[in-house]
């Protein structure tokens, strides 16, 4: 069995390099021979970083879809609350929400709530009827944002701009956007948001 | 380091342990089990459609809904011998398949995987519906049984000792570990090794090991008797089906299994078997980077999957032929081959 | 007129490192980072000892060149003049006053 069955936490409990079982010369020597050879080059510490679960490929479905060897950088995500005050990449505040994604919804056609503003604001007041528009609104707009920052190589974001308008497509055409507002949420909270409230785009 | 895991999977963690605790301890199988097999296919066809279908699978109750008839077959065919669960108050995962409302419900038709409600996939052709299931299923599981540490690998016992196969999709570990099963090894997992922090041990979990492409024939032809369900083409990884869990390792899904080795196996067409040992500190640091929720475990994470490594021998394992890899597994297990380091 | 002192270096009392190692392959998980790390066994005898007590670049060579049994040379010198800072991005060692 390995020599270090004491091993487990704490520096106290560590076996040291140094306590390794008696050995004879000829392998004392051996042993020298191999840690000189450890400092001739320099110093290589292989790491594994400490990751989001999602980190792999930064999607909700990363996980299984193949190479799982690719660890890649952290994930990065900004909150729609971020994106309500910063400045926005490639997209204009006036844009109207269903030309943006392609929808006909006629929640997105009401007063104050039609813009991608006025959606991704839409808290300001209070909800007209279970709140789940409001709150699905509000993610998809965040989720398009991170998207569009990507796509400028500006965030790390496991989504392509494409990708969340067809998931809200699809979403608003099945009737399914309850279920697609957690993930949308999720996506928007897969990550640091690495930027400033500033920034510029 | 900002706060994580996602709100699912935290949410998830603290329903599955009060349900657990609900559940009165460990199912007691000496009551009288009905099984997928004692309901008429008819029959077995309205639970899957109406208020679904308490699927034992291990450690894990999974309700089951769906009316589409490759998924209503592949359960009847592959989980013949499953335990129902009669409480249809409890399941620690609910699995809807349906199509999509609108157009793709009937034009070049779709199905959506919907877990606990939510669609966390893209919807995929009709024609994967099966295979579909059995993927999200995994998915399932390995997002949200944080009580074990996950790993992404197959599992299969001999003789008191279990050999851990981890690999990515493609890596020939599905091929040898239906081999292997086939061959009279217990089936733990073929995807999903399932590591108690407590003690180290491995939860059986077993369900049809996938095969794909000319791996179906291999096992074909390797094991005629055991049954393999339909053929699904995939457009993205090829042809798909399952091959079903003998009646053995069925009967023994309650008996854990204590790890004796890591095997990386990988198919080399032409190669003779061959088995080398790999670093232990090496493995090590790829079954953290690879393990589904090992960082989310944290402390607790890293000693587990170190107390696997500690107690296990590991090695590469390169083959082609299926019938000298086997040998050479029983071999491992005759001659005792365990660490000596 | 005296020159600046060297730099010390230690690990963070709050942190607490675990170690497992086979042979002279050491992997440590830090818990202060969830960063788990694989060394060599110089790299780790430096970390150990920083882990013990704070050390400049000389102390630290005389110490790890004693334990392991080894000359304290230019080799080793120069290996712990790369390891240390790295050690320092890694978040394993800080500085200290």
Redesign the interface.
Known sequence: M?H?QG?????DH?????DHSPETESS?KG??Q???K???T?????????RPVWARNCTLSGILSGNLSDEGPPCEACTPGFWMKAAWPKYSRTEEFNSVFGTSHWFFTQDNCTTLDEVIHIHKKPPTHDGQLENFGFQAVGALLNAAAASMGMLNFGYTEGQIIAMVHDALSTGNYTAVQGDLADINTMGHCPFPHWVEF | ?FAFPTAHSSRFHQDSSRRRELREGPKDRSMTIQSISSLSPSELARQLRDQGLNLGIGPFVTRIQSTIPSVVRGIRLLYAGYPIEKDSTFADFHVHLAPPRGLRRWFRPQVLFFFDGHVPFKPLPLAQAYPFFEWGLNWCVAQYANQYLILHAAVIEKGGHAVIMPGPPGSGKSTLCAGLVAGGWRLLSDELALISPQDGRLTPMPRPVSLKNESIDVIRKFAPGVTIGPESADTTKGTVAHMKVPDESMARVDEHATAAWVVYARYDAGAPARLERR????T??HI?RNAFNC?LL??RG??TA?DL??TCDCYDFTYSDLDQAVGVFDTLLDEGLLPI? | MLSPKPPRWKVPSGF????????????V?N?G?????????????AL?SL??ESANLLELARKVAA????KLDD??S??LE??VP??HR?GLVERIK
């Open positions: 390995s270090d091993n487990r936490s704490g520096a560590a076996a040291t390099p140094e004392a042993r020298r191999f840690i000189k450890a400092i001739v320099a110093p290589v510490i292989l790491t594994v970083a400490s | 380091m670093s232990k500190a090496q090590l640091l953290v960082s944290g402390e890293f000693q170190a490594i500690d380091s | 607490s490192l675990h170690w497992q190692s086979w042979d002279d392959e050491f992997v998980y818990s980072s969830g960063d788990t790390h694989l060394l060599d066994v110089v790299a780790a005898e150990q882990e013990r334990s392991l049994e080894i080799k080793l120069a290996y790369r390891l790295d050690f890694l």
